[in-house]
């Protein structure tokens, strides 16, 4: 079975809502703490982008959980990963007895967040109920959300939080991702600055992503 680092969403709503703080490193990622089985205070980054929840190995082997090896895929790459039945979850109000996960080493990610993180929140815990990120209270708020000036509709019917944007005087379909902290444009479609040196951006399990930089308009 092939998984996949995809965004999906869950359109369930709950009656009241619940706040959960977070701090904001580098100005974009999203950590805060959370509960496995019996280990409290676990380092959790919040990342959009992945569908289902990461455990760093180490965590995994302290919860002696048994792991049978998977394929997963990442961007245009392929990872091995272990498959991990993650025992109850907390989050906030987000409580899951059994979530079918995944373990890998998440130790890469040290070097360029700057922490260690314990476990990696996927849609699979997030989607359980609507929620609204807020970087300048670094709050999340989870259940009845309050309407807001401006949005976008996401595609329906799809794994992705997919939208769709101009950019460059074309239409784009954008993937939202708070794990990373760039625009990330595959394929050529807008077009690079012949000035600008190639760059790069570690992602997740260590993947390092590389790419041209370009001006968009």
């Known amino acids: 079975m092939k998984r996949s680092f995809l965004f999906w969403l869950c359109l369930s709503l709950r009656a009241s809502s619940q706040t959960v703080s977070f701090e904001l490193h580098d100005d974009f990622l ?3 703490k959370c509960t496995i089985g019996t280990l409290q205070n676990l380092v959790a ?3 959009t982008g992945v569908t289902e929840t990461t455990l760093d190995l180490r965590i995994a082997k302290r919860l002696s959980l048994s792991m049978r090896p998977e394929a997963a895929s990442f961007g245009t790459r392929n990872v091995v990963v272990q498959a991990v039945s993650i025992p109850k979850i907390e989050l906030g109000p987000l409580r899951s007895e059994h979530l079918s996960g995944i373990a890998g080493d998440l130790s890469p990610l040290t070097h360029s967040m700057g922490i260690r993180p314990d ?3 996927g849609m699979d815990l997030l989607g359980m ?11 999340i708020t989870f259940g009845t959300v309050p309407s807001l000036p401006h949005s976008a509709t996401l595609l ?8 769709d944007a101009t ?6 379909r954008f993937q939202v991702d708070t794990g ?3 625009v990330l444009i595959y394929g050529g479609k807008v077009r690079a600055s012949a000035v600008l040196q190639s760059d790069s951006h570690e992602a997740a399990l260590g993947l390092v992503l590389r790419a041209q930089l ?3 308009r």
């Open 30 to 32: 999203i950590v805060s």
């Open 45 to 47: 980054v919040i990342d």
């Open 119 to 121: 476990v990696l929140i």
């Open 129 to 139: 109920s609507k929620f609204l990120i807020d970087y300048k209270a670094k709050t």
């Open 156 to 163: 329906p019917g799809r794994r992705f939080a997919l939208l």
């Open 167 to 172: 950019a460059d005087g074309k239409m784009l």
């Open 180 to 182: 990373f902290n760039a």
């Open 214 to 216: 370009a001006e968009i």
